[in-house]
C-alpha cells in the first residue's frame, strides 16, 4: 500500500506540475510597452525559485489528494465489514 501511494504521489506531482505551468504561461501577464531601457530577463535565481515553488505546490497538492483517495477507500473499506 506504500508503494502505491508513493507512486500515486509522484504521478500527480508531476501531472499537476505540468498543469501548473501551462496555467503560469497561460495567465502570463503582457509585457510593458518599451522604454528606453530594456529590461533584462529574470536571471537564474529567479528561474529557479519560480520553479521550485511549483513543484513544491504541487507536491503539497498530490500529498492532499493522496491521503483523500487513499484515506477514502480505507473507510470504505472499513464501513463495508
Do not use: C, N, Y
Not at 14 to 31: D, K, T
Not at 47 to 53: H, N, W
Amino acid at each position: 500500500m506504500i508503494k502505491a501511494s508513493l507512486l500515486i504521489m509522484a504521478v500527480l506531482t508531476v501531472l499537476i506540475s505540468l498543469l501548473l505551468s501551462w496555467r503560469e504561461r497561460r495567465m502570463a501577464v503582457p509585457p510593458p510597452p518599451p522604454t528606453r531601457r530594456p529590461r533584462r530577463p529574470p536571471g537564474l535565481v529567479a528561474r529557479g525559485k519560480a520553479s521550485i515553488d511549483r513543484w513544491v505546490t504541487a507536491a503539497a497538492i498530490a500529498a492532499i489528494l493522496t491521503t483523500a483517495v487513499l484515506g477514502g477507500l480505507h473507510w470504505l473499506r472499513v464501513f463495508q465489514q
